[in-house]
């Protein structure tokens, strides 16, 4: 059974610093794309960053470029998002997912593309 649990989330003012983190179990991690997707009152899902773990590239959305930094440890079947320099518009339920193709992406992939969803944890960010 896959199962995606998201911890870190919490509140924090502006400016301020989060860490959170998707365990995953039940399919092959390392073979997988991880992807961090939120979503805030009233707002469209939004994807924020993913890893491809078979080759480990990278993708972020703008508004998180620059202050955001995803990571995945394959020993732990953890991806963690460092999420810094932290804005009241970054509020919002962030989801973990996971998509069954691993390596390089033209773009960022779409939401479609993941098939298997954690049930959140809300970021909540005061300015």
């Known amino acids: 059974e896959v199962q995606l649990v998201e911890s870190g989330g919490g509140l924090v003012q502006a400016g301020g610093s989060l860490r959170l983190s998707c365990a995953a179990s039940?399919?092959?991690?390392?073979?997988?794309?991880i992807g961090w997707f939120r979503q805030a009152p009233g707002k469209e899902r939004e994807g924020v960053s993913c890893?491809?773990?078979?080759?480990?590239?990278?993708y972020y959305g703008d508004s998180v470029k620059g202050r955001f930094t995803i990571s995945s440890d394959n020993a732990k079947n953890t991806v963690y998002l460092q999420m810094t320099n932290l804005k009241p518009e970054d509020t919002a339920v962030y989801y973990c997912?996971?998509?069954?193709?691993?390596?390089?992406?033209?773009?960022?992939?779409?939401?479609?593309?993941?098939?298997?969803w954690g049930q959140g944890t809300q970021v909540t960010v005061s300015s």
């Open positions: 997912a996971a998509a069954s193709y691993g390596s390089t992406w033209y773009e960022f992939p779409h939401a479609k593309y993941f098939s298997s």
């Open positions: 890893i491809a773990n078979r080759d480990a590239s990278t």
């Open positions: 039940g399919f092959a991690f390392d073979e997988y794309t």
